[in-house]
């Protein structure tokens, strides 16, 4: 074998190689180039999605908007909608939250007998469903699933304490405020689908940590819509039945986050109830935006949805957390 320095090399040896080498170079310098000139985008630019129902003056849902027909405001700032559907089909995240405290005994298998037609209805391959139960505790009875007969095995099982579970009971009260918590961090946080936790409850919470305030929030957080259900049993409190404070609570839940707010009466039963929520989830626009105000600070921001056509009214969440 012989070993050949460059210089000893033929001469057209030599000429193929200084041509090799600036060939190399003159392509790496391109590449290099095209990289600086390439355009990047931001991975702080952040999309604000919003789900919206649209009703008229008889509370009737009124679909087939043209993007155009919508109006948006952040702060006050008039922002553009950048994108639009009207696709019922999106799939869908949905929380049942379901107070099993003592006050609810009697309207509890009502709940679970509607519950079970409900989501016989409305679950597709595509959507999922939790089912979480709450009363002196916050208990997850069923995790995401897509399974009919996951959800209609648990159902059953959504009851009251025990009376065992009552004697060994340390603090107490109805958790509503950390279940709505709970739910909201722990999986909707997670989920990029659709989102919306429905809560049957009489409203009384007497023993979470989170405030309504706080219970809110979180839901606002998690871009998750709050459909509040109202159902009360009155003689369950005596004299001093809190249905009042209950309703408001219930229905500032629904209002600040979206959603709806519905009370079980005579002239309103909860399979009603269900499918009008079912109606709901599968007429709502989706729309997105980019926030002409850049976040700087982690804050909540008000959000401003309108329409043109004059008697419609724009169901949909009053803020959104902006964060940095």
Known sequence: MHLYSLTSLPQFTVERRRLL????????????????????????????????????GHGEIVNGLPKEDFLLFENGRSQEIRYFSRESDLPLTLGLMVDTSMSQQKVLVEERSASF??????????DQVFIMQFDMGVQLRQPLTSSRQALSDVLPYIDTPTVKQLRIQSGGGTLLYDAVVTAAQDIMQRARNRKALIVLSDGVDTGSEATLAQSI??????DTLIYSILFADPGAYGFSFAGST????????????????????????IDRIFDRIQEELRSQYSL????????????????????????????TREQYWAQR
């Open 21 to 56: 080498l600036a060939a190399c170079s003159l392509l790496w310098g391109g590449r290099r180039a095209a990289a600086q000139e390439t355009p990047t985008f931001s991975t702080e630019v952040k999309v604000v999605n919003l789900l919206a129902t649209v009703r008229g």
């Open 217 to 222: 929030a979180a839901s606002q957080r998690a």
């Open 246 to 269: 209950g309703k408001s609570a219930m229905m500032r839940m629904a209002r600040e986050t979206g959603g709806a707010f519905f009370e079980v009466a005579k002239k309103m039963s």
């Open 117 to 126: 037609r409900f989501l016989d209805q409305v679950l597709r391959a595509q």
């Open 288 to 315: 997105g935006y980019v926030s002409s105000d850049p976040v700087r600070i982690s804050e909540f921001r008000k959000i401003q949805l309108t329409v043109k056509p004059k008697g419609l009214v724009v169901q």
